[in-house]
């Protein structure tokens, strides 16, 4: 059999039979010289009988050149520490779990004069494929560290694979599973005694598998996660309005309108109940204001009733809301159960803290829906980008900004800003605002919105990181379809990995009163 610099490949990437053990022994002969070489040709077999997807190799015109073996393993087990010889045995029989959660990958190889040309990738993106459509959570593998022995004398193996991972170091086996998105889960100790190489330490690496359904989870209707969410922001025409419900049938006829387009949820604008100012008194703003949030009830009460009868989790925009002395600005996400929460604009702008004498709130919390984890941020709640970064940290996916802006530069700071919070957190943002005018309204007669929804900025979504955007300053009904596979995907392997790649070590992030909270309770 020869291998002498291939220049006419003819590669092929297939399952291994069994008349390719001779070949496949003769070939581990050639990589594990310094251990011992092949396992025996029987051993091969058993594996091949046990595990035989799991078994792959590449062939150039007949000849095997490369090769990955693995077996399924209890993930539980063996994320625990363990050696090379709890997986095979004494090299006699493999530990194949056919019921096990995860993929083991025992062994991969390439000839030498075949190394320049990413077999290596080849296989492991076969792996992962294989881990994909068997539904197993991670691919585990227990990686040598072939150059520690050079460095054994001033590192310890813990600062030996940092300096891997930051490139001050360099191991063949190490930095191509790092190049590969396999993350280091602990190190091994005793993992192949006789690897002088590795000083007999080994790294046990994680490939997680985000496509992953635990069967015990996949057949309850409660834990379904949707791979695809609808979502509709209202582009809302401000006019003028004869009684409360006038104004709320206009409401109705929306929500009724996205439910017929079977939409997840339905946002409306900040301060969306603005016309009902026009029946009070306008000579006194601070007055008006309160006017309005006398009808706070009788909304929230109208629009959860529209949830549940329509089947959609509706954001309700912004609602002026009194508790006792004090005028919050808040919007209620009304889920199709019937159940209701609230968040709070926490940052108030001069004009409605000078005209309106609205308190900023003081609680920030992600909310778990039917159709995946969601943040809210009440317009200019979204230029501050702590707020962002905290709910992702909360595991949002959708990001909904119900926002008012008079004029176009301030409209452009609220779209700015939602698409900076899109990308660096890789997260979708939702953004909904008011269009026309309300002459007889005070504070709120003009209107300037392009409603929109926004993406991460990668290779798995619009060019220009825009899902949706409506037509300015027309009503309209916005309707996009998230699909939160994208999501896991970039996070995992994307160009840019920015939550993965966060300097934790430098700096963090905390909701004070949340911390606050948590020390009274441990006291």
Known sequence: MS???????????????????????????????????????????????????????????????????????????????????????????????????????????????????????RLYDARKEICIQLNLRSILAGGRIINYYKHAEEMTPKEYIEAVRKREAYDPILSFQFANHFEVKRILRNYLPEDERSKGFATLLEWINIDYEPEDESLQAENFRKRSVRVSAIQWQMRTTESFEHWLTQVEYFVDSMADYTADFIMFPEFFNAPLMGLGNQENQYEAIRFLAGYAERTIEAISGFAVAYNINIISGSIPVLEGDTLYNNTYL????????????????????????????????????????????????VEFPELGRLLRDEGIDILFVPFWTDTKNGFLRVQRCAQARAIENEIYVVIGGSVGNLPQVHNVDIQYAQSAVYSPSDFAFPHDAIIAESTPNTEMALIADLNLDSLYDVREKGSVTNGKDRRTDLYSLVLRKKATDALKESE
Request: glycine fraction near 8%; charge should be negative.
């Open 334 to 381: 009304c889920r199709r159960d019937g159940s209701i929460e609230v968040q709070p604009k926490l940052h108030i702008t001069p004009h409605e803290r000078r005209d309106w004498v609205i308190e900023g709130g003081d609680t920030l919390q992600a909310f778990d829906t039917d159709a995946g984890r969601i943040g809210i941020l009440i317009c200019y709640d």
């Open 3 to 121: 291998y002498e610099n291939p220049k006419d490949l003819q590669l092929k990437l297939r399952n291994l039979t069994l008349d390719d053990l001779d070949q496949l022994v003769e070939l581990m002969d050639r990589v594990y010289d310094d251990l011992g070489g092949s396992w025996p040709k029987e051993s091969l077999a058993l594996l091949l009988k046990q595990f035989p997807e799991g078994q792959i190799v590449i062939e150039d015109s007949g000849t095997i050149v490369a090769g990955a073996l693995s077996v399924q393993c209890a993930y539980n087990r063996f994320t625990r520490a363990h050696t090379y010889d709890d997986l095979i045995g004494r090299r006699e029989t493999f530990q194949h779990d056919k019921k096990g959660d995860a993929l083991y990958g025992l062994d991969l190889f390439v000839h030498p004069d075949y190394r320049e040309y990413r077999l290596g990738r």
